[in-house]
């Protein structure tokens, strides 16, 4: 079976599609701990992966890494341990390696 945004799972309120519960997640209380930015960044490398055919849990563990990479190499240039080139070259590694992600 073939995974996508549109594929039907039991949520803890009922059925939902995985596109519902993104939507829902992106409108959740979750939003208040945590910068809009973040979990929109975060919801669409999860869609992304979704789309292309990874599971929810693989697409939620790839966009967590993502984020949590992004999180450490941005920490790394304000504490001045790495320059602005070096968090560039970090940042495009970083999203080549999920697009490429098989």
Same mark, same amino acid.
């Given at each position: ?23 829902? #997640? ?54 001045? #341990? ?21």
């Amino acid at each position: 079976m073939k995974i996508t945004l549109d594929t039907r799972f039991n949520g803890s309120l009922g059925p939902v599609t995985l596109r519902e519960a993104v939507q829902q #997640l992106k409108a959740h209380d979750l939003a208040c701990s945590v910068t809009p930015e973040t979990l929109e960044e975060k919801a669409t490398i999860f869609k992304l992966c979704v789309e292309r055919g990874f599971t929810p849990l693989r697409s939620e563990i790839m966009a967590a890494y993502y984020v949590a990479e992004r999180d450490a190499t941005l920490d790394a240039f304000d504490r001045g #341990l790495i320059t602005d080139g070096e968090r560039e070259q970090k940042q495009l590694e970083l999203t080549r390696q999920i697009l490429s992600a098989r």
